[in-house]
């Protein structure tokens, strides 16, 4: 019986939290500073939001028109397809989260993964809905399909700023700055990326090229 109720307890604080996200992106200042302050975010919720949005970008592929997107399936990775929303956010997550603990920066690691992925609560939010509108508007009223789509974006960068000050308890232009020095952090991140899989992979090609000298003086 105590089992069922700390399920019933786990899954409560669950729904909680992921309702919060609604007050997040609505509230962005005391949403986040209460999301990572008073512990009112989870991981379940964050990961959730996480795959809404991975599910989002997918159900595009499918559902939107294609007036506003052509789709050529034979060209189309689904992984890379999903690689185009979680590779930078790993980049974003850790640049931002190395740079700033070196200047005082508050956040932890997984503060700063929770908050960026309630951030994206806008997407899929919007998202779903636009696919839908998109096969009722005809090619005169696309310039309503690109308004709401570029809001979703916006929406969701100005609330990755908000966030990021919030955790990390900075001031405005600090936090401005320290958003800008972690974009050129992703760029150095992809930068040692490229060259670590670079010698490793000219390390591979090395010993495949002894080994099949060594066969041939065989």
Known sequence: MKELFMNRSSWQRYWKSLKFSMYCITH???GFWDLTHEKRGTYAAANTILILTLIARIAQL???SFVFLRVYWEEINIFLYL???L???ALFVVGNWALTTLFDGK???GQVYMATCYCLVPYPLIQFP????SNFVTVDEAEFYTVINGLSLVWCALLII???GQIHEYSLAKNILFMVASLFAMLVIVF???LFFSMISQGVAYFISLGKEFLFRL
């Open 107 to 109: 956040g932890r690691l």
């Open 192 to 194: 040692i990326l490229m």
């Open 28 to 30: 962005p200042l005391d």
């Open 130 to 133: 636009l696919m839908i509108f």
């Open 62 to 64: 499918r559902f939107t």
């Open 83 to 85: 690689s185009s929303i």
């Open 162 to 164: 908000a966030a990021m």
């Open 87 to 89: 590779f930078p956010l």
